[in-house]
């Protein structure tokens, strides 16, 4: 028994060493990482670092997701895992010597070995003198961000992935099978590389050319890059949906069994929210006096009892107390009256309501509102908001009509409703690229005559050539007139041609200025895009971007590789919700270019340091046949909007075509206590001039889309001579022509 207690006294203070020692080399590494970034950034003051996204641990002979792995030094599990063991050099010997640490030795590949281990046996593995790194075979041909840079969080690379597809990949222990949508570029267009490529995938959505659209789990990400026939795999690019000029950022929407939706939005921040009252309807499980007792102290007043319900007064930040009384079933806002109906003043502005005076209110006309979302729209049916007969079409593949509670399309839908009270309405959604090709060629069958779609794209060539301004392209001359928001960001945009007089490969934005500082308060999302002129598929002019936080300790990376390869796009991307208020610091770095290029940055929320406003159209608002709005307040400051995206088009075309109201009444909006009932934006403006095209086409059916443009465009009140400029087009849409 002595011989036991001091066995055990000894493995206790052996344990405690091994912990001291592994601390101090972390703590070591950690300062040495530290002292490197303040030296690479010229500063000598550690002491004010925020705590980074994610804590990042670096050793030069592991990867961060074998460290990662590491258990703690005391009751971590034996979990098993594979790794690659790099040894200094081929020797039968070494891996004789490595056979006792191992699980099993998997295979051998001249200096490599790839072994089943336990985890707690990593870092007695990385301290054998004859290994000299170790790794995760999970990743075999990433290469992670030097071992001198610390990031936000790792960022890999991979010749065949976009960044986007790499951060998907499960880890090598308990990686969930999660779906996921891709694109997968084939070396070729060939049915036989698609019949094997659907042993790899849940499903094959769609396939265009050499592009097929699927569905897949992470875990097989891998090998579907793997295959000989695949170059190049990434994930769909999305639109930007334009949202209300007033507001600066989006709401989060969250779920509860026991709360409607418009109690969860009225739920205060856990921290500094104010006490704000509110009237509620608490339903309970059955009728109880004593329950009623019960409700009281969580109440200010309790104003009437209906039977099982009860009708009260309370301070918001009590709402999830109440819901989780075990009496209590459900909480909701009381049902209101429906107030008058609402209408857009810019049915007045653009004299639209001359054309109802004459019965002129897009009878026989049918108008499709493509958007990301119709969330309430049965509502707005049921208020008269929305005619009550109207075709629904999702192409989302969750098959979800509202967009995951997006209002945005419902409005615009109710802005065209009130211009063109008898048009019969279409309302589509999609979410990615594919989705609306896919959309587009269906309301192309359905025979619509006027397509509104206010959102567009963050990237691209913005000269007409993109894709999706194509598809536009392709919709005109199938006789459809389409409607454009031009976009809400002037004021959200910078370009320029690279400029590096000091030759460090890093891009002046201004003068010596090789930042562009964008301040984010912390919780806010910051999201920047970046694209610059170069082949879309096959790009080869290499640059990157990072973005510091303010603390400039700290950054996080985007660089897809652009070398070529069939998939290679000339773009980057960051987002991230912001840790701490303060200005963030982007960068552009040319990593492997034979030329200067042009680049265009856009954010989706925030206003960079330098302001671009020429050329600032969103894509899709490029397109060569579309007929792009900009957005006019005509109800109170008769100016064009600040934020109402301007023209030319990377080609030199004028946009926007014209500018059209906004800031109107809008019913749809009213639901939401964060927002007034004003619907605002480019995104409002462009539904008006789509109702516009409507009563045109409503009292002569036989006007071409071009027609109806220069009918529009000529028509159009001036604003800003001479015409077309680059601000407000022709100038503000005016119907009185069409009244005689």
């Given at each position: 028994?002595?011989?036991?207690?001091?066995w055990?006294?000894?493995?206790i203070?052996?344990?405690?060493?091994?912990?001291?020692?592994?601390?101090?080399?972390?703590?070591?590494l950690s300062?040495?990482?530290d002292?490197?970034?303040?030296?690479a950034?010229g500063?000598?003051?550690t002491?004010s670092?925020?705590?980074?996204?994610?804590p990042?641990?670096?050793?030069?002979?592991?990867?961060?997701?074998?460290?990662?792995?590491?258990?703690?030094?005391?009751?971590?599990?034996?979990?098993?895992?594979?790794?690659?063991?790099y040894?200094?050099?081929?020797?039968?010997?070494?891996?004789?010597?490595?056979?006792?640490?191992?699980?099993?030795?998997?295979?051998?590949?001249?200096?490599?070995?790839?072994?089943?281990?336990?985890?707690?046996?990593?870092?007695?593995?990385?301290?054998l003198?004859?290994?000299s790194?170790?790794?995760?075979?999970?990743y075999?041909?990433?290469?992670?961000?030097?071992a001198?840079e610390?990031?936000?969080?790792?960022?890999?690379k991979?010749?065949?992935?976009?960044p986007?597809?790499?951060?998907?990949?499960?880890?090598?222990?308990?990686?969930?099978?999660?779906?996921?949508?891709?694109?997968?570029?084939?070396?070729?267009?060939?049915?036989?590389?698609?019949?094997?490529?659907?042993?790899?995938v849940?499903?094959?959505?769609?396939?265009?050319?050499?592009?097929?659209?699927?569905?897949?789990?992470?875990?097989?990400?891998?090998?579907?890059?793997?295959?000989?026939?695949?170059?190049?795999v990434?994930?769909?690019?999305?639109?930007?949906?334009?949202?209300n000029?007033?507001?600066?950022?989006?709401?989060?929407?969250?779920?509860?069994?026991?709360?409607?939706?418009?109690?969860i939005?009225?739920?205060?921040?856990?921290?500094?929210?104010?006490?704000t009252?509110?009237i509620?309807?608490?339903?309970?499980i059955?009728?109880?006096?004593?329950?009623?007792?019960?409700l009281?102290p969580?109440?200010?007043?309790?104003?009437?009892?209906?039977?099982?319900?009860?009708?009260?007064?309370?301070?918001?930040n009590?709402?999830?107390d109440?819901?989780?009384?075990d009496?209590?079933?459900?909480?909701?806002?009381?049902?209101?009256?429906?107030?008058?109906?609402?209408?857009?003043?810019?049915?007045?502005?653009?004299?639209?309501?001359e054309?109802?005076e004459?019965?002129v209110?897009?009878?026989?006309?049918?108008?499709?509102?493509?958007?990301l979302?119709?969330?309430?729209?049965?509502?707005l049916?049921?208020?008269?908001e929305?005619?009550?007969?109207?075709?629904?079409?999702?192409?989302?593949?969750?098959?979800?009509?509202?967009?995951g509670?997006?209002?945005?399309?419902?409005?615009?839908?109710?802005?065209?409703?009130?211009?063109?009270?008898?048009?019969?309405?279409?309302?589509?959604?999609?979410?990615?690229?594919?989705?609306?090709?896919?959309?587009?060629?269906?309301?192309?069958e359905q025979?619509?005559?006027?397509i509104?779609?206010?959102?567009?794209?963050?990237?691209?060539?913005?000269?007409g050539?993109d894709?999706?301004?194509?598809?536009?392209?392709?919709?005109?001359?199938?006789g459809?007139?389409?409607?454009n928001?031009?976009?809400n960001?002037?004021?959200?945009?910078w370009?320029?041609?690279?400029?590096?007089?000091?030759?460090?490969?890093y891009?002046?934005?201004?003068?010596d200025?090789?930042?562009?500082?964008?301040?984010?308060?912390?919780?806010?999302?910051l999201?920047i895009?970046l694209?610059?002129?170069?082949?879309?598929?096959?790009a080869?002019?290499?640059?990157?971007m990072?973005?510091?936080?303010?603390?400039?300790?700290y950054?996080?990376?985007?660089?897809?590789?652009?070398?070529?390869?069939?998939g290679?796009?000339?773009?980057e991307?960051?987002?991230?919700?912001?840790?701490?208020?303060?200005?963030?610091?982007l960068?552009?770095?040319?990593?492997?270019?034979t030329?200067?290029?042009h680049?265009?940055?856009?954010?989706?929320?925030?206003?960079?340091?330098?302001?671009?406003?020429n050329?600032?159209?969103?894509?899709?608002?490029?397109?060569?046949?579309?007929?792009?709005?900009?957005?006019?307040?005509?109800?109170?400051?008769?100016?064009?909007?600040?934020?109402?995206s301007?023209?030319?088009?990377?080609?030199?075309?004028?946009?926007?075509?014209?500018?059209a109201?906004?800031?109107?009444?809008n019913?749809?909006y009213l639901?939401?206590?964060?927002?007034s009932?004003?619907?605002g934006?480019?995104?409002?403006a462009?539904?008006?001039?789509a109702?516009?095209?409507?009563l045109?086409?409503?009292?002569?059916?036989?006007?071409?889309?071009?027609?109806?443009?220069?009918?529009?465009?000529?028509?159009?009140?001036?604003?800003?001579?001479?015409?077309?400029?680059?601000?407000?087009?022709?100038?503000?849409i005016?119907?009185t022509?069409?009244?005689?």
């Open positions: 028994m002595k011989s036991e207690s001091v055990k006294v000894l493995t203070l052996v344990v405690l060493l091994v912990v001291a020692i592994v601390a101090g080399a972390v703590n070591m300062n040495s990482a002292d490197e970034v303040d030296k950034l500063s000598d003051d002491s670092a925020n705590t980074p996204f994610i990042v641990y670096k050793y030069s002979k592991m990867s961060p997701e074998v460290i990662m792995s590491i258990p703690p030094p005391i009751g971590g599990p034996l979990t098993p895992m594979i790794v690659k063991i040894l200094i050099d081929e020797d039968p010997a070494y891996v004789a010597e490595l056979k006792p640490y191992v699980i099993e030795i998997l295979n051998v590949k001249g200096d490599i070995v790839r072994a089943e281990i336990y985890t707690n046996r990593i870092t007695d593995i990385a301290g003198e004859f290994v790194y170790v790794d995760v075979p999970l075999p041909y990433l290469d992670p961000v030097s001198n610390d990031s936000f969080t790792p960022v890999y991979h010749p065949k992935m976009s986007e597809v790499i951060r998907n990949i499960p880890p090598p222990i308990g990686g969930l099978q999660t779906p996921m949508i891709v694109k997968i570029y084939l070396i070729e267009e060939d049915p036989a590389y698609v019949e094997e490529l659907k042993h790899c849940i499903e094959i959505l769609n396939v265009k050319g050499d592009v097929v659209r699927a569905k897949i789990y992470t875990n097989r990400i891998l090998d579907i890059s793997g295959l000989e026939f695949v170059s190049y990434d994930t769909p690019l999305y639109p930007h949906i334009e949202v000029a007033t507001e600066d950022s989006f709401t989060p929407v969250y779920k509860h069994p026991k709360m409607s939706p418009e109690m939005r009225n739920i205060p921040p856990p921290i500094g929210g104010p006490l009252p509110m509620v309807k608490i339903y309970m059955e009728e109880d006096p004593a329950n009623i007792e019960e009281a969580y109440v200010i007043e309790i104003l009437n009892v209906d039977g099982d319900v009860a009708r009260a007064k309370i301070y918001t009590r709402i999830t109440i819901a989780g009384l009496f209590v079933s459900y909480v909701d806002t009381p049902l209101h009256p429906y107030l008058d109906e609402i209408v857009s003043e810019g049915v007045e502005c653009m004299h639209a309501d054309l109802h004459i019965n209110t897009g009878k026989d006309v049918k108008v499709a509102v493509l958007d979302g119709f969330e309430g729209y049965e509502e049916q049921e208020s008269g929305l005619p009550k007969n109207m075709t629904t079409r999702c192409f989302r593949t969750d098959g979800g009509i509202t967009g509670g997006e209002i945005h399309g419902s409005a615009c839908a109710e802005v065209i409703h009130d211009v063109a009270p008898d048009a019969e309405l279409f309302l589509v959604n999609y979410f990615d690229v594919f989705e609306f090709d896919d959309a587009v060629d269906w309301l192309i025979n619509v005559d006027v509104s779609h206010s959102a567009g794209m963050l990237v691209g060539l913005f000269d050539t894709s999706w301004d194509k598809k536009i392209d392709e919709a005109v001359e199938n459809v007139v389409w409607v928001s031009a976009g960001h002037a004021e959200k945009h370009e320029g041609w690279f400029y590096d007089p000091e030759g460090n490969g891009h002046n934005f201004n003068g200025d090789e930042n562009l500082s964008f301040f984010v308060e912390k919780g806010y999302y999201q895009c694209s610059w002129d170069d082949a879309w598929r096959n080869t002019q290499d640059y990157d990072e973005v510091f936080d303010p603390t400039l300790q950054r996080m990376v985007s660089d897809r590789y652009q070398i070529g390869n069939r290679d796009i000339p773009i991307m960051i987002g991230f919700y912001a840790p701490s208020t303060g200005h963030y610091l960068k552009v770095h040319r990593t492997n270019a030329r200067d290029v680049f265009e940055i856009y954010t989706a929320y925030n206003s960079p340091e330098y302001i671009i406003q050329s600032s159209l969103c894509g899709c608002g490029t397109a060569n046949k579309s007929l792009t709005v900009g957005a006019f307040n005509c109800t109170s400051s008769w100016e064009v909007k600040s934020y109402s301007r023209g030319p088009t990377n080609d030199g075309r004028a946009k926007p075509d014209v500018v109201p906004t800031d109107v009444s019913y749809a639901s939401l206590p964060e927002r009932r004003l619907f934006g480019t995104s409002a462009a539904p008006h001039v109702g516009a095209a409507a045109l086409l409503s009292k002569n059916s036989s006007i071409t889309p071009d027609g109806i443009k220069k009918l529009l465009n000529g028509n159009a009140m001036p604003i800003s001579p001479p015409t077309p400029s680059n601000v407000t087009g022709y100038g503000l005016n119907l022509f069409a009244t005689v």
